[in-house]
């Protein structure tokens, strides 16, 4: 469940001050969330680690997680964090410590954003999330569900949310975007 904090106009987010909070914000009102449960930690964790790790090792780009604000639009003011976010190489323009510690937000899409599915998440919220990926054109949504222990991946370049491919437990997890990067969905989900 989430709480309805107050109604912001951009300038106001613009000069909140920073946060530790996972929230986001449809059409100028705020929603916090209450803290994740513990799998759900562990699941981004063992998603966003190896991610990371495979990431930085080729060179690629940068791997982040909440609380990482990504501008879907100024007017109505609409604001997103996913569990984890890629932002290639050629999409970064996050230069050294000083650019990075100025940059509040990403206002460029990123090439992949993962969601960690909670039992007590709705698909209503889900596929809200997913129309706000695809109206900055992010590719592709990476979603884990907690409840039935499933990995989906979502081609988000079309009219509609398109999904790839939904793995289990028994799977390795792998997608066209990251060729070469895998992960065992027996050990995110353990």
Partial sequence: MVTKIEKLTFDQWLNLPETVEHYEIEDGVRYLSPGATVFHQRVMRRV?????????????????TPPMDILISREPLRIRQPDVLFLSAGRAVIGGPEEAMATKFLEMPPDLVVEVWSPSDTRSVLERKLRDYQAIEVPECWVFHTADLTASILDLTGREPRVVATLGTEDTFRSDLLPGFELSLAQVFA
């Fill in 48 to 64: 966003a680690n190896p991610l990371s790790d495979f990431v930085e090792a080729h060179g690629l780009g940068e791997v982040f």
